[in-house]
């Protein structure tokens, strides 16, 4: 079958609504890709985003089944198992919306930063952005392509190396800025400057960029004092003010942005807008952004940069523990081998309840259980759960999400030892790609 005639029929299956047709058109080469979307009109547009969103559905609802046997099996635990089907799942979804929108995709490693599935997802991305030094060479050795760095603050003993492995460091100060960035440019480097776009929605105080004294990101009244003496430093701007949010609240940031910095965005080679797009969730309005992403572009001629984290490995990966012992106070609590302060942390820090796999709220079930760490921390409790069936000493259980910020957060409280990495293949092996001992507790501590 020619190109041509193969471009044909998936344009005909997207017509029809045939869900095969998602997985024909990331089959696709760049350019065949354009073709389709050259060729289809905003209906046909609408109904590819469909068509990929389901595929990708029915990818993550199989993927309970490998996960399920992967916890029967002999496996050692606790074990992060990344699957690395889903994570491709992921990269596809975003590299559609580069397809539509032109812009450049990084993946945010504060978020993930297991560089076993990095083959996978180069492929797909752009490059990273870094949060410092020893994320931006991991950046540059392991991912291999762009690394944009950005940090409230650089120290002097680390800026030589920042720029060594950084393709653009962007700044969160004029201060920094005249301090480093000739310098940078010297050597080929581009420089950005973060600033505070003025409207953010997240709810929890500590997660808001955009907090009252806040230190992330240059204030406007500052910005408009200082920049006209500084802009030939800036190559683009940078704004972050989302967490797991849709695209309406984009829609709305940067509404914001626009009214605070517009007129100095035209001349600028990109604007980066951040991070906290949670793009691969199934209800994530994918129409909505590449619409806002278009427009920004056509209105000032700058390129668009996101970098979303958790969309990377949303819902790829999971912690699978063993239970170890079950004790009664008042209600049966369940002592597992993996530990909420030490292990998945945000579980505590948000907070929030993470999912296990055959589990309800306590009480929809018949048999309810408080699931809890091994540690000395009080609360260390990851939360009721009710199940069909008793829990027995022995048994394996599978938390859900656990590829983002827990294998990047977790630590050895207590002298717990860390969680092994696996990678579950395509075809179903699992690799055990990183185990941990003794070593790894005692070199942390002197």
């Not at 960035?181 to 950005?192: P, S």
């Not at 802009?231 to 797991?244: N, P, R, T, Y």
């Amino acid at each position: 079958m020619t190109v041509k005639s193969k471009i044909e029929e998936i344009i005909r299956a997207i017509g029809a609504m045939d869900v095969g047709a998602a997985e024909a058109y990331h089959a696709l080469s760049g350019r065949s890709r354009k073709k389709v979307l050259e060729a289809l009109d905003g209906e046909g547009l609408r109904s590819l985003t469909r068509l990929i969103k389901e595929a990708k559905r029915n990818s993550f609802n199989a993927a309970e089944k490998r996960f399920s046997a992967a916890a029967k099996g002999d496996i050692a635990t606790p074990v992060y198992l990344i699957d690395e089907t889903l994570i491709e799942e992921n990269m596809r979804v975003l590299r559609y919306v580069k397809d539509r929108a032109g812009c450049r995709i990084l993946h945010a490693l504060k978020a993930y930063a297991s560089f076993a599935t990095f083959p996978v997802m180069s492929k797909y991305l752009d490059g990273v952005c870094a949060s410092g030094l020893n994320e931006a060479r991991l950046g540059r050795e392991e991912f291999g392509k762009e690394v944009h760095t950005f940090a409230a603050a650089y120290s002097e003993k680390e800026i030589g190396q920042i720029v060594k492995h950084s393709d653009v460091v962007i700044f969160n100060s004029f201060h920094q800025l005249r301090e480093y960035a000739q310098e940078m440019r010297k050597r080929g480097l581009e420089t950005g400057l973060r600033v505070n776009p003025g409207h953010s929605e997240v709810t929890a105080r500590m997660y808001d960029p955009c907090a009252p004294n806040s230190r992330l990101g240059v204030a406007c009244k500052a910005f408009k004092r200082e920049y006209p003496g500084h802009k030939e430093m800036i190559d683009g701007l940078h704004f972050h003010a989302m967490c797991e949010q849709n695209s309406d609240v984009l829609e709305r940031v940067l509404k914001s942005f626009e009214e605070l910095y517009g007129q100095h965005i035209h001349g600028l080679r990109w604007v980066n807008f951040g991070g906290g797009h949670h793009i691969t969730r199934d209800n994530y309005d994918i129409e909505r952004l590449v619409r806002l992403i278009n427009k920004f572009k056509k209105r000032y001629g700058a390129q668009v940069y996101l970098e979303p984290g958790e969309a990377s490995v949303l819902n790829a990966g999971v912690l699978i523990s063993t239970v170890l012992d079950i004790v009664k106070n008042r209600t049966e609590i369940a002592v597992i081998d993996a530990s909420a302060e030490a292990h998945m942390p945000d579980v505590l820090l948000m907070p929030y309840r993470p999912h296990v796999m055959g589990s309800s709220p306590a009480g929809r079930r018949r048999y309810t259980y408080r699931l809890a760490g091994p540690s000395c921390l009080a609360g260390d409790v990851m939360g009721d759960y009710s199940f069909n069936d008793p829990l027995q000493r022995g048994d394996k259980l599978v938390f859900t999400d656990m590829a983002l910020y827990s294998i990047v957060k977790n630590t050895t409280f207590n002298g717990i030892g860390l969680p092994d990495i696996a990678v579950m293949r395509k075809g179903g092996r699992i690799d055990l790609v990183r185990s941990f001992g003794y070593s790894d507790y005692r070199n942390r501590q002197s």
